[in-house]
């Protein structure tokens, strides 16, 4: 799977991982920046539900992003490899300004749409400036190295998580969700010592990356992203642990961001939030 | 609380925590080092099981170390401030040359043996050279500070750890135990947070650190123990964030180490396990 480039004279769409369990009433912060980023009225949202097993994901997420102002909303419910070769779903999905996968089961995501043309319009529209977020599943699928299942836990230990092909949208990240929530930081960790060229992105629930054109993650949400760097990892065991082995890693840098710091994709360098309350200005001159 | 030095001519015993629930039978490889370092047939090792509220606990390593060979083995169960005055016992652990902490809770331990001659004279001993280890929440109590209790879950949220003040054999670390096992990368990052010049050790179950008198720390165990080094900091938002909010953290190090890796306290270099069998001698070229 080849990975898209921007057009000439375009540059490509957000790519927004979301750590799943967004505010979707109240203050919906993530989903309102979504639509907002897409448009706003005039923002047309594609919903794809494939990931959830259940009937109604589509229509809630309908319901949602019209809430929140956005022009037009249509859920297109993949839910067969049939399906994606379907010309009238498929002219809607061309024509959005935003896509957003739910959440659910990466694997009936991948399972579902990999190697269809609705996975080939999707990487297509990105490249061409059209924003892509998923959250939980979605979020996972996001990336070119998808982790589709594995063993909690904060140590990684070997064969204990298991790589699958994404959707391919970058591959400067491998991403989990629900990551405070589930103690993954150990196969997170497994799926990066497996070729550390890929930076990890631990995404807390309620709490999304906005990745820009320049490769530049912004942090927006209530909790916050656990950045796993590998870059300058010196050794690790993974080549050589048995089964069910704890992994030998040196050399890792991690960072925790919250709203309103960020990452840079490309430098690895992370950026702490401007200080915007008064009760926080003086943090400022601590960065 | 003043810290220990060694005194002329001497060099100071071991320090050695233990993630808890080590290998009791079968292939018990840390309590047989222990056992071992303290001096096998000649040792004389005293066992504190104040942090235990089983009435067997003191009896139950009696025999664990005697099955493994050790000279002399005494539990000395101080169960209040009174006891820890007690003559016989003090005498008892004034000529040990292994003390060992069991498990159970460490709030126990600090307020039961805290400011007592029990907790002076363990300082003293290990300065002297004799070896002190403690598993689980005997492992939290050894260092200057130490994790009272806090939330569980991969980000640090403020306010959601309490530290306390430990026995004090070193303050160059902050000991966290059944690492893995509990998701606790948390909250030993809050701990690091509030001041970030000790290193924090995430201890596995049955995984042990054996910090020598050279401040190197020596990994045994069937898990691993995860470094977290706070030293390169550049930005945290712990004296600003809000109660149960998360904290931001900018730069941290982290190294997951398995038996036969290292980590110089003094310096902050993690070292790769030797290769030891055939099968890995390949990894050696890697380091």
């Not at 960790?189 to 890929?198: D, E, G, K, T, V």
């Not at 993974?238 to 709203?259: F, K, N, P, Q, Y």
């Amino acid at each position: 799977m080849s990975l898209p480039e921007s057009r000439s004279g375009s540059s490509r769409g957000f790519i927004i991982p979301v750590g799943g369990a967004e505010e979707k009433v109240g203050d919906p912060a993530i989903l309102k920046r979504f639509v907002e980023l897409c448009g706003g009225s005039d923002a047309r949202i594609a919903v794809i539900p494939t990931a959830s097993q259940l009937p109604d994901t589509g229509t809630r997420y309908e319901e949602v992003f019209k809430d929140l102002g956005a022009g037009r909303v249509r859920s297109l419910p993949f839910e067969s490899r049939e399906d994606c070769h379907r010309e009238d779903w498929l002219h809607k999905l061309q024509r959005a300004d935003g896509i957003f996968l739910t959440g659910g089961n990466q694997l009936r995501l991948s399972t579902t749409i990999g190697g269809t043309p609705v996975a080939k319009m999707i990487r297509t529209r990105n490249a061409e400036g059209v924003h892509v977020a998923g959250t939980s599943a979605g979020a996972a699928f996001l990336s070119e190295h998808m982790i589709a299942f594995g063993q909690e836990g904060a140590t990684p230990r070997a064969d204990r998580v298991t790589l699958a092909p994404g959707l391919g949208l970058t591959n400067r990240v491998i991403v989990d969700q629900h990551f405070r929530q589930r103690g993954r930081l150990g196969r997170l960790l497994a799926a990066l010592a497996y070729n550390p060229f890929a930076v990890g992105l631990g995404m807390d629930e309620d709490t999304a990356g906005f990745i820009g054109p320049d490769a530049r993650l912004d942090v927006y949400g209530s909790d916050a992203i656990t950045i796993i760097d590998p870059s300058h990892v010196q050794y690790t065991s993974m080549d050589s642990a048995h089964e069910d082995e704890a992994v030998c890693i040196i050399g890792v840098r991690l960072h925790i961001l919250t709203e309103g710091a960020s990452f840079d994709l490309h430098t690895r360098e992370a950026f702490a939030p401007a200080a915007v309350e008064i009760g926080r200005a003086s943090c400022r001159e601590r960065v």
